[in-house]
């Protein structure tokens, strides 16, 4: 076996749990992905013969990709679920949280991804690794640029702001449902105007290269080009959760065909997501609503 198939064979061995380190830090599985590419990409430009942890070095790179690509978003402002969340001076040691289960069990829902996405990128990255994937601070250190207390301190700023808002974000997981739906009638009724008014004027819509090539643009910015895109496109969707948060589920012939992640600023949609690849849908966890 040639040095290149090895190293492909051991990135695919890895490849599921990058992709959930990647997707719990950036909450976006197209940007996942391709933090996922491009770890793949510096593993097989890299000397890793010494490396006696792989899969450690591979997240990593990913968690440096991912910290690289939040701080690009927020110098770009395209944070799109809600306000910075406000500072706190004061920390807390890990000792005083002594329910970490909570968290871990919902570590894929709405209301996480809601608050993980108003944390400093350095916060994100620190919780996101010790709390959800129990990455010694040690470690997490030099993906942050951060002493290992320091780290410690930004991981236990991001749990109290995760543990005092996790709870009203979930109880507004069903006034998001109703823009979802909204959103699904006025495409599946061709009504342009509703499109309009239940779309953010800055809506985002991207799609995935298994969703472009069923017809989809790679990008689409503003509701004038977002909104004319879904008239009449909605025929066969139904409201899903997508690993705790709000999306669509495609339909055909009773097959699963495309998902679309759906993100809800206030009233009105503010990003969408279309994938279609069907290994990245079989990671999702899907619950069907009535």
Request: proline share 4%.
């Amino acid at each position: 076996m040639s040095q290149q198939n090895f190293l492909s064979d051991q990135f695919e061995a890895h490849r599921a749990h990058l992709g959930r380190v990647a997707y719990r830090m950036l909450g976006s599985y197209v940007e996942a992905e391709d933090a996922v590419q491009e770890a793949w990409i510096r593993l097989s430009r890299s000397d890793v013969a010494q490396v006696s942890n792989l899969g450690g070095w591979l997240t990593t790179v990913v968690s440096r990709v991912c910290l690289d690509l939040l701080r690009a978003r927020r110098s770009r402002r395209e944070d799109l679920l809600g306000p910075e969340a406000p500072d706190l001076a004061m920390d807390e040691d890990d000792s005083l949280f002594p329910g970490r289960e909570m968290l871990l069990a919902d570590s894929v829902g709405l209301a996480l991804l809601v608050v993980l996405e108003a944390l400093p990128p350095a916060e994100r990255a620190a919780f996101v690794l010790h709390d959800l994937f129990d990455l010694p601070f040690d470690e997490i250190a030099p993906i942050v640029g951060r002493t290992s207390d320091a780290t410690r301190q930004l991981a236990s700023r991001a749990r109290r702001r995760v543990r005092g808002a996790t709870t009203p974000a979930r109880t507004d997981l069903e006034r998001q449902r109703k823009v979802v739906e909204a959103f699904l009638a006025a495409s599946r009724g061709g009504d342009l105007g509703a499109l309009l008014d239940v779309l953010a004027p800055d809506v985002v819509c991207r799609a995935d290269p298994a969703a472009v090539q069923l017809g989809g643009a790679a990008e689409l910015r503003g509701v004038d080009a977002v909104a004319p895109a879904f008239v009449g496109r909605a025929r066969s969707a139904r409201p899903v959760l997508v690993d705790g948060g709000l999306g669509a589920a495609v339909m055909v012939d009773g097959k699963l065909l495309l998902v679309l992640l759906v993100s809800v600023a206030g009233d009105r949609v503010a990003a969408i997501e279309a994938v279609a690849d069907k290994a990245r849908i079989a990671r999702m966890d899907l619950v069907m609503l009535d």
